[in-house]
Nanobody
């Protein structure tokens, strides 16, 4: 019943910024935890961060400092603000959601978007 759609990806130069969006629908998205992951070619999917229903956040090492996750419950949307982007941030970025277990563990998250590509050029 949960449907997620990412948007906001694109191509930027090193040091640039992007804000990714994840729009949720289907149930009561305000109760979901919503996580962000990324996967670069040839690498495993890694967690970026997560935001819980109450607005608290947690970040993996990859997302600390330069990235900020937020949510707008009125719009049923979470955001990943990415600043000071580096070439190593190039990846497909995915949004995931869960109504119970909340962790940056892909196997524990049942609902996924299709991804949005972020490319950072030197």
């Amino acid at each position: 019943q949960v449907h997620l759609v990412e948007s906001g990806g694109g191509s930027v130069q090193t040091g640039g910024s992007l804000r990714l969006s994840c729009a949720a629908s289907g149930d009561d998205p305000s109760t979901y935890c919503m996580a962000w992951f990324r996967q670069a070619p040839g690498k495993e999917r890694e967690g970026v961060g997560i935001i819980y229903s109450g607005g608290m956040t947690d970040y993996a090492d990859s997302g600390k400092g330069r990235f900020t996750i937020s949510r707008d419950n009125a719009k049923n949307t979470s955001y990943l603000q990415m600043n000071s982007l580096k070439p190593e941030d190039t990846a497909m970025y995915y949004c995931a959601a869960e109504t119970r277990r909340c962790a940056l563990v892909p196997a524990w998250l049942r609902y996924w978007g299709q991804g949005t590509q972020v490319t950072v050029s030197s």
